[in-house]
């Protein structure tokens, strides 16, 4: 059975614009959370969702943004990059909310 | 607040001997708690989780972990590592439907 699937693996973006980032759930999986993982913070969760709706949130700035889709794929948008953006994006599925254990993907590298 | 702390940001150890991993948690409300295990540019990997039931929890790769409720810890420990276990290891707590990590814990197998 397939992992969970983030694209692109590597991303490098200048200040200022804007990037989309990709999440495949493992099949089955109606969960999709996303965190953020930089040296000095730490993993920090972003938002999480189900069902094509935003469950949770956590203290990012409106530049971040998510979505969910009827197929349970999702994605993460950030607008108007800044340079501390850059950070390991991790996107995580699950087959409910709560209580399950979350399989992740391997990642996404963003460098502003 | 929910928070959790692994107050061990380094720890060596050498191949075959034991090791724990700390981990304690603050909550007011019931929590889930997880380790995960992040290999050098790799996502997580869930080792165990407690949900309920049983205090002592078994993983893979021979790790388990006891949830202590009184003290409001999740040690997690291996009676023997391997080269292999080298890696970054996080306690993560769920509550409040929102998942919240430690800072990590790089264990160094020495051969």
């Known amino acids: 059975k397939a992992g969970v699937t983030q694209t692109p693996r590597y991303l490098i973006k200048t200040r200022g614009q804007q990037v989309t980032l990709s999440c495949s759930p493992i099949s089955g999986h109606r969960s999709v959370s996303w965190y953020q993982q930089t040296p000095g913070q730490g993993l920090q969760f972003l938002f999480e969702y189900f069902s094509e709706t935003q469950r949770n949130k956590g203290n990012f700035p409106g530049r971040f943004s998510g979505r969910q889709f009827s197929n349970s794929r999702s994605e993460m948008n950030v607008s108007t990059l800044e340079l501390g953006d850059s950070a390991l994006y991790l996107c995580?599925?699950?087959?409910?909310?709560?209580?399950?254990?979350?399989?992740f993907g391997s990642g996404t590298r963003l460098t502003v | 607040a929910q928070s959790v702390t692994q107050l061990d940001s380094q720890v060596p150890v050498f191949e075959e001997a034991p090791v724990e991993l700390r981990c304690n948690y603050s909550?007011?409300?019931?929590?889930?708690l997880f380790w995960y295990v992040q290999y050098p540019n790799q996502g997580l990997q869930l080792l165990l989780k407690?949900?309920?039931?049983?205090?002592l929890v078994k993983g893979i790769n021979g790790f388990e972990a006891e949830f202590n409720k009184s003290q409001t810890s999740f040690h997690l420990r291996k009676p023997s590592v391997h080269i292999s276990d080298t890696a970054e290891y996080f306690c993560?707590?769920?509550?409040?439907?929102?998942?919240?990590f430690g800072s990590g814990t790089k264990l160094n197998v020495k051969p």
């Open positions: 995580a599925s699950s087959l409910e909310l709560d209580k399950y254990g979350y399989t």
């Open positions: 407690y949900l309920s039931g049983s205090t």
């Open positions: 909550s007011s409300v019931s929590v889930y």
């Open positions: 993560a707590v769920r509550a409040r439907n929102k998942f919240y």
